[in-house]
């Protein structure tokens, strides 16, 4: 079964674009959250989405927004990109269902820099 | 909010002795987690706990759920050169939900 897949790996923006990050979770699983990890704040959780609609929400701005497709790939976008945005934008992606424990399994990230 | 306390931050050792490293929180979690996280890839799930005490092994690795809730410990024995990596801890007090809080990394390096 192939893994968590992200896409593009590597990026460089320049402050004040915006950018778009896709992911694509294992088949089956329907829940797809977004982390940021850098070297100062380590691994933050952004957001949570199952079956389209976002689940939870971490302590970020509102420049970072999801969503997710019916077909359980999420995209990520951040707008009016800052220096400090520069980071390790992990994806992750978990099978929700009874009687199953929540594990959440990791894509390779991508590596955001903001010049 | 919440938050964990990893340690210890690093460790250098000889390749075929046992390596201890925990986590400690300010508040309750009901599912503790330990990942392995190399370069240039995600974390790669070791781990997962979810009662309080458990006790769990995974080949060379054992790790327990603290009885306070509140803590978590990840033993490796006999380390070999694969097991230089990152290693994470992270909780979660929803077990159904996606949000985990993460420790700051353990950064293994073992010598040959």
């Known amino acids: 079964k192939a893994g968590v897949t992200q896409t593009p790996r590597y990026l460089i923006k320049t402050r004040g674009q915006q950018v778009t990050l896709s992911c694509s979770p294992i088949?089956?699983?329907?829940?797809v959250s977004w982390y940021q990890q850098t070297p100062g704040q380590g691994l933050q959780f952004l957001f949570e989405?199952?079956?389209?609609?976002?689940?939870n929400k971490g302590n970020f701005p509102g420049r970072f927004s999801g969503r997710q497709f019916s077909n359980s790939r999420s995209e990520m976008n951040v707008s009016t990109l800052e220096l400090g945005d520069s980071a390790l934008y992990l994806c992750?992606?978990?099978?929700?269902?009874?009687?199953?424990?929540?594990?959440?399994?990791f894509g390779p990230g991508t590596r955001l820099t903001v010049t | 909010g919440q938050q964990l306390n990893q340690s210890p931050q690093s460790m250098f050792i000889q390749e075929g002795e046992d390596v201890s490293m925990n986590c400690t929180s300010s508040?309750?979690?009901?599912?503790w987690l330990w990942y392995k996280q190399d370069p240039g890839e995600g974390p790669v799930l070791l781990i997962a706990?979810?009662?309080?005490?458990e006790l769990t092994s995974n080949g060379r690795l054992t790790a327990q759920f603290g009885i306070t809730r509140k803590d978590s410990f990840l033993n490796i024995s006999a380390s070999i050169p694969s097991d230089v990596g990152i290693y994470f801890c992270?909780?979660?007090?929803?077990?159904?939900?996606?949000?985990?809080?993460f420790g700051d990394g353990t950064t293994l390096t073992v010598k040959p």
């Open positions: 992750a992606s978990s099978f929700l269902g009874a009687g199953r424990p929540y594990e959440q399994y």
């Open positions: 088949s089956g699983h329907r829940s």
């Open positions: 989405y199952f079956s389209e609609t976002q689940r």
């Open positions: 508040s309750i979690f009901n599912t």
């Open positions: 706990l979810y009662k309080a005490g």
């Open positions: 992270a909780g979660r007090w929803d077990t159904n939900a996606g949000k985990s809080t």
